[in-house]
């Protein structure tokens, strides 16, 4: 069996008999001859195939419409057309399933990003997502392999979890009790001693807590898998369904962790521009023709490095109107994280030593009393790509930052043991994967980069 993408990579292919399987993508022709794009998903190119009518049954030729799934064996010859180099001329042809062009929403080309959302279970059959797809599959491949060349083992971290990572409350409830009837204690709260697990559980945020518990036995650890929130914000860059890579690493500081973040981004960026040029090459052209040169400047730059404090007085000193007021304590918004990137630094920024109010209890203190050794990276046309800390790594500070929170701390005795056995300096981030699908196909809104997206009211497919 061979794909479309081998048949069009092989050098002697001309001349030689071959099978090729796929849907169609467009058919024209007339009544003696018909041409059919053919594609099966292997590569944004499509195979021509040339049908003589009068060899072919009259009703198999009518069913192969757009969107129809055949086997064809032809001879490969050299194409006359300027399109291609190759084109099949057909010699047998199955016709695995039709596509009634009456009722097949994709007959037509150029539907809207929006149309094709309602028909997630379909869009992956268009160049757009066909693209979107295999880039995305790329970057994975290279995100396992950076790790794996440097040391780092992949430690898969629970999707189940009793503690909130974040603090932030936003968590889904895992749950066998009865929604209409659950047990009660007498206070008249639910008894979840009576759940499967025997106490409260959530569908994880993050897997940084675990991770961190890895780090400090292997020395360098990352995760990558979903993670779920439940934070009611239908904007173009956030899932309540979505994939996080979460390095974590013993004995690393803040700038250490910095160094990693750009190091990486950077190779996954120039993965992408070697080894998926056909498909950027097509969302360049179709979406952002900016994009290759925006993903080019990212390698040829560094970042920059700078403090929240100096962030603010950037923003103060803009005289930008910014629709969130700018103040030293504020969390910044994504108009000033664009603004910092896109007006001021024009490259991705790294904002470090963020107010100890706006971040998680488990970030480094430093000895100024009301910051902590957070970073987040800060990408062009995104905003926040990664978000990371230094790690408390004393015990009696995080016991008291817990406190102080008001954090269950019966939910992170196991969290807290770390500290108190063989404790390490230790630090590390998450980047958000589909922030960075974002950023690498030029796409402007998240759900489009994931097969299935999750958001409010929304998990249809
Ligand atoms: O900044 P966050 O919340 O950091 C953490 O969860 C840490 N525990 C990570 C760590 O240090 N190991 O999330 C990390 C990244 C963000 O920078 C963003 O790219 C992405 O995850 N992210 C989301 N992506 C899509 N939809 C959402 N709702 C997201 N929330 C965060
Ligand atoms: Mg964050």
Same mark, same amino acid.
């Given at each position: 069996?061979?794909?479309?993408?081998?048949?069009?990579?092989?050098?002697?292919?001309?001349?030689?008999?071959?099978?090729?399987?796929?849907?169609?993508?467009?058919?024209?022709?007339?009544?003696?001859?018909?041409?059919?794009?053919?594609?099966?998903?292997?590569?944004?190119?499509?195979?021509?195939? *040339?049908?003589?009518?009068?060899?072919?049954?009259?009703?198999?030729?009518?069913?192969?419409?757009?969107?129809?799934?055949?086997?064809?064996?032809?001879?490969?010859? %050299?194409?006359?057309?300027?399109?291609?180099?190759?084109?099949?001329?057909?010699?047998?042809?199955?016709?695995?399933?039709?596509?009634?062009? %009456?009722?097949?929403?994709?007959? /037509?080309?150029?539907?809207?990003?929006?149309?094709?959302?309602?028909?997630?279970?379909?869009?992956?059959?268009?160049?757009?997502?066909?693209?979107?797809?295999?880039?995305?599959?790329?970057?994975?491949?290279?995100?396992?392999?950076?790790?794996?060349?440097? &040391?780092?083992?992949?430690? $898969?971290?629970?999707?189940?979890?009793?503690?909130?990572?974040?603090?932030?409350?936003?968590?889904?409830?895992?749950?066998?009790?009865?929604?209409?009837?659950?047990?009660?204690?007498?206070?008249?709260?639910?008894?979840?001693?009576?759940?499967?697990?025997?106490?409260?559980?959530?569908?994880?945020?993050? &897997?940084?807590?675990?991770?961190?518990?890895?780090?400090?036995?292997?020395?360098?650890?990352?995760?990558?898998?979903?993670?779920?929130?439940?934070?009611?914000?239908?904007? !173009?860059?956030?899932?309540?369904?979505?994939?996080?890579?979460?390095?974590?690493?013993?004995?690393?500081?803040?700038?250490?962790?910095?160094?990693?973040?750009?190091?990486?981004?950077?190779?996954?960026?120039?993965?992408?521009?070697?080894?998926?040029? #056909?498909?950027? &090459?097509?969302?360049?052209?179709?979406? #952002?023709?900016?994009?290759?040169?925006? +993903?080019?400047?990212? +390698?040829?730059?560094?970042?920059?490095?700078?403090?929240?404090?100096?962030?603010?007085?950037?923003? /103060? /000193?803009?005289? *930008?109107?910014?629709? @969130?007021?700018?103040?030293?304590?504020?969390?910044?918004?994504?108009? $000033?994280?664009?603004?910092? *990137? %896109?007006?001021?630094?024009?490259?991705?920024?790294?904002?470090?030593?963020?107010?100890?109010?706006?971040?998680?209890?488990?970030?480094?203190?430093?000895?100024?009393?009301?910051?902590?050794?957070?970073?987040?990276?800060? @990408?062009?046309?995104?905003? %926040?790509?990664?978000?990371?800390?230094?790690?408390?790594?004393?015990?009696?500070?995080?016991?008291?930052?817990?406190?102080? +929170?008001?954090?269950?701390?019966?939910? +992170?005795?196991?969290?807290?043991?770390?500290?108190?056995?063989?404790?390490? !300096?230790?630090?590390?981030?998450?980047?958000? @994967?589909?922030?960075?699908?974002?950023?690498?196909?030029?796409?402007?809104?998240?759900?489009?980069?994931?097969?299935?997206?999750?958001?409010?009211?929304?998990?249809?497919?």
């Amino acid at each position: 069996m061979i794909t479309i993408k081998n048949i069009l990579r092989s050098a002697d292919i001309v001349g030689k008999t071959t099978e090729i399987k796929g849907w169609v993508r467009t058919k024209r022709g007339n009544k003696n001859i018909t041409f059919i794009a053919l594609n099966d998903g292997s590569t944004i190119h499509n195979i021509q195939v *040339v049908i003589d009518n009068t060899k072919f049954d009259e009703n198999l030729i009518k069913q192969i419409s757009t969107g129809a799934c055949i086997a064809v064996k032809g001879i490969m010859v %050299e194409s006359p057309g300027k399109e291609q180099l190759v084109e099949m001329h057909a010699e047998n042809i199955v016709l695995y399933g039709n596509a009634d062009p %009456e009722t097949y929403p994709l007959q /037509k080309k150029g539907h809207s990003l929006e149309f094709l959302r309602e028909i997630a279970h379909l869009r992956p059959r268009t160049n757009t997502f066909g693209a979107v797809l295999r880039i995305r599959h790329a970057i994975a491949f290279a995100i396992h392999k950076y790790f794996n060349d440097n &040391g780092f083992y992949y430690l $898969h971290t629970p999707i189940i979890t009793g503690s909130d990572c974040e603090g932030a409350g936003e968590m889904f409830r895992v749950t066998t009790l009865d929604a209409k009837n659950p047990p009660l204690n007498g206070d008249g709260s639910v008894n979840f001693s009576e759940d499967f697990f025997g106490k409260e559980t959530k569908l994880t945020v993050s &897997g940084q807590l675990e991770g961190e518990l890895g780090a400090l036995a292997l020395s360098r650890i990352y995760t990558f898998g979903p993670t779920f929130r439940a934070e009611n914000s239908n904007t !173009p860059r956030h899932l309540a369904e979505f994939w996080m890579i979460e390095p974590e690493m013993a004995f690393y500081e803040i700038n250490d962790n910095m160094d990693l973040a750009e190091d990486f981004l950077k190779y996954l960026i120039r993965y992408a521009l070697d080894n998926c040029m #056909d498909d950027l &090459g097509f969302l360049c052209k179709m979406y #952002d023709e900016e994009l290759i040169a925006r +993903l080019r400047f990212i +390698l040829e730059n560094n970042f920059e490095r700078i403090t929240y404090t100096k962030a603010i007085e950037i923003l /103060k /000193k803009s005289g *930008v109107q910014f629709e @969130f007021p700018v103040d030293w304590g504020i969390d910044l918004q994504t108009e $000033h994280e664009r603004y910092l *990137v %896109e007006k001021y630094f024009k490259r991705p920024v790294i904002v470090t030593d963020y107010p100890k109010d706006i971040k998680a209890f488990y970030m480094k203190q430093n000895d100024d009393g009301r910051t902590v050794r957070g970073m987040d990276v800060l @990408f062009p046309k995104i905003g %926040e790509i990664i978000g990371g800390s230094q790690r408390e790594e004393d015990y009696e500070k995080l016991k008291n930052r817990i406190t102080e +929170l008001q954090l269950p701390e019966k939910d +992170l005795w196991w969290y807290l043991e770390t500290r108190k056995f063989g404790t390490a !300096p230790h630090s590390g981030f998450g980047l958000g @994967f589909e922030r960075l699908i974002l950023f690498v196909t030029g796409m402007s809104n998240i759900r489009d980069v994931i097969p299935f997206p999750r958001t409010p009211k929304n998990a249809e497919f």
